[in-house]
């Protein structure tokens, strides 16, 4: 494992931070050399930029934006300013990872990496956890008790040997200028600058030195980015950035309007998991990880084509390939065998039966569908907030969770429904659900007269500029 700030950085020259500020409030374009600097100052505090200073700048560059050479050079530095992961040399061209930019019900990440690693890739996944109404992957997992998150690069090495995939949390030493920035970002409202969401995804994404990428860039009520617009915007500034560090990328435009399968909460959406590991999950999670894993098969030359690749992903769902990767993710990362085996063994024919093994809530509480007609709409962002106030999720980053709690949905996007049905079910810790919560949970759902049909979430494929 290299460190890029100590290879690369000692050698900048030496520049004013108010001559930098200066030069991109008027809207110039900074040399590498500036870049590369003013991150070393961030990384090494030695006095050549403070936090003032970092703040007027991240300013500018939301005001006046970046270059794509800009984005490249920041995202590049930042990248090298901490340990840069190394692998087998027997490895390349089969190193991949996916990133999602944040949605409900998204247990994606969980399904895809065993399914990946079911076809011979080695996944690497280096994940986080859930702030606000997005849940995180490590949360999720951290349900299934003993999961272990917390690894050296040389454990990370020995458990891909054995598997093929892991998903763990980010070393304290991976980019820790994003770090720095991401904060002051947080309070200066320059959270939302599209080069620099772009330099912080991708350079976490670049040290991990894969060969290929695959993003899930989601938009849309319970999104970060609410528009199609704004979303396209982001997916092509995050594939050509990745590109512009040798990662091989590639986006999908995916809809969050409405949550994805029918789970929000951290035990639920294991379960929910388990059933598409066992080939009978919701379609539309199942569409999602078959197309991210079939367009990464494909980015790597693994699959002859994205068809290819997606029926391959397919395959290790439905032949239990997939899922005996996951069992043996698990037990390598630290949960009890027979409680692995428990989890993979049986077919999970419903989402309730996952309390036989994980700690279950002490409630729950059915909620009935107002009238007959048919599902247009279900507000996966209301229901994310529901979640995450039952418990589910944090307001903080210091706040605890309850991985027991959650919601489950029996209805979605063109279901036809009857009135006094159940559509949803509330799994909760306190004796009752609060009034106003029931009242949020029956306007996040639509219903109409008319036949409603249920289409695709993916709205389209970014790729780079150069493969236009």
Known sequence: ?????????????SFRMPDIIRKKRDGHELTTDE?????????????????????????????????????EILTSAMTKSGDILDWPDSWRGKLVDKHSTGG????????????????GMKVPMISGRGLGHTGGTLDKLESIPGYNVLFKHQEIIQILEKVGCCIVGQSSNLVPADKKLYATRDVTSTVESLPLIAASIISKKAAESVDALVLDVKFGKAAFMKTECEGRKLAKALVNASEGQGVKTIALLTDMECPVGNTIGNALEVAEALQCLQGSGPDDLMELVCQLGGHLLAL????????????DIHNSLCDGTALKCFEKMLVTQGVAADLAEKLCAKEMQDIDDVWKQLKKAKHSTDIKI????????????????????????????????DHAVGIRLF????????????????????AALPI?????????????DTEVLKSSRIIDVIKPDHAD
């Open 35 to 71: 870049i590369n600097w003013f991150i070393d100052g961030v990384v090494n505090k030695h006095g050549a930029c403070e936090d003032a200073q970092l703040g007027a700048l991240l300013m500018a560059i939301y005001q006046n934006g970046m270059t794509p050479h800009e984005t």
């Open 436 to 448: 106003e919560t029931v009242e949020t949970i029956q306007k996040a759902v639509t219903v109409v």
């Open 104 to 119: 409900v019900g998204d247990k994606i990440s969980l399904v895809l990496a065993p399914a990946l690693a079911a076809c």
């Open 300 to 311: 790597t030359h693994n699959a002859l084509s994205e068809d290819d690749g997606v029926n």
């Open 370 to 401: 107002p009238r007959d007609g048919f599902i247009e709409s279900i507000d996966a962002y209301e229901l994310a907030v529901v979640s995450q106030k039952l418990g589910a999720g944090r307001a903080k980053a210091t706040d605890n969770i």
């Open 411 to 430: 209805v979605g996007q063109g279901s036809k429904v009857k009135e006094g049905e159940t559509w949803i079910r509330v799994y909760h810790n306190e």
């Open 1 to 13: 494992m290299e460190n890029g700030n100590a290879r690369d950085h000692k050698s900048c020259t």
